[in-house]
């Protein structure tokens, strides 16, 4: 399973996502924003960091640069795409997940662990959980509250992968974190799971969502 | 021609700002009594066009396109002839 790690300048979660990847049994490669090509990979994940150091908007800048039409095409493909913090917010301004992530109600970057209700497991990444199941993950974002006008169409179409469990700690809709496309295979998620993927981290909760990319 | 441009980019009504509701505290603060506290971003640039119509309509691709999220913004456009 060869998997791209789409690497943009300001990206800070390639390395922690390959060696998360390593030890799910696939074999990640990093991509640089202008590469338009991704046929020779099964999967791509998009890192967190700050691409672009966030001018305009988390992610703004990063959804129009060239790779986007090789992660279009994978998606046409149905191969499995995941996006990871920035990952997630840049996923969102392509419009290839559902609604936004947006600045947190508190106005602060949240670093934390959180408990995340596993929402549904139709997704590649979320195949390995029980539905309901509850994990522990860090957040890390300042733009991280996630809004969409449609979101009873999102829970009808079972679209909702991840919510906050018991504290909503950024104002999300519906403490909602984590949000995938109609098929299931692009999926949008703020919380960390390569930063859960050991138990010197602290939990090896986040692992499954690498191990399903392998699976799938 | 050559003109200038300004787009105003505003979160959509009934959308939580963050940043005003901070502003408005920190005013709280220091005892100034305000209310309906917003924050607008700016952003201005000059380009050349044929027309104001022309130049409009691209100003409204680039919102579409990179300006803006229409899942949360509001903007408003305004251009004048560069003297």
Redesign the interface.
């Known amino acids: 399973m060869d998997v791209a790690i789409i690497r943009f300048p300001g990206s800070n979660c390639d390395r922690d996502v390959h060696h998360a990847l390593e030890i799910a049994g696939a074999n990640p490669d990093y991509v640089w924003w202008n590469q338009r090509d991704l046929s020779s990979f099964d999967a791509v994940v998009i890192p967190g960091g700050f691409s672009y150091g966030d001018y ?2 988390a992610g ?2 990063a959804a ?1 640069t060239p790779v986007i039409e090789g992660i279009k095409e994978t998606v046409k493909e149905k191969k499995p795409v995941l996006g990871i913090c920035n990952g997630a917010q840049i996923l969102a ?1 392509i419009g290839l997940v559902p ?2 992530f ?6 602060k970057f949240i670093c934390k662990w959180t408990d995340l209700r596993v929402k549904t497991t139709r997704t590649p990444f979320t195949s390995m959980y029980d539905k309901n199941e509850i994990i522990k993950m860090p957040i890390a974002h300042a733009e991280g ?1 996630y ?3 449609e979101i009873e169409k999102l829970q009808d179409q079972d679209q909702i992968v991840l919510a906050f469990a018991d504290e909503n700690p950024n ?1 999300s809709l519906e403490a909602v974190t984590g949000v995938c496309d109609e098929e299931g295979l692009v999926c949008a998620v703020m919380p960390h799971p390569e930063r859960a993927s050991e138990n010197i981290l602290g939990s090896d909760d986040g692992l499954k969502f690498f191990k399903g990319i392998v699976n799938y | 021609m050559k003109y200038n441009a300004e787009v105003k980019i505003s979160l959509k009504k009934g ?2 700002n ?2 005003a ?2 502003i408005e505290r920190a005013l709280a603060l220091l005892k100034y009594n305000v209310k309906n506290t917003d924050t607008i971003q700016i952003i201005k640039f000059s380009l050349e066009g044929e027309n104001a119509e022309v130049v409009r309509r691209e100003i409204d691709e680039m919102c579409q ?3 803006c ?1 229409p ?2 913004h509001n903007y408003e456009i305004g251009i004048s002839l560069e003297d």
């Open positions: 305009l908007r703004a800048i129009i301004e609604g936004v947006t600045n947190n109600s508190n106005a509250r809004y969409d006008d104002g | 959308m939580l963050p940043e509701a901070t396109r990179l300006l999220n899942v949360i």
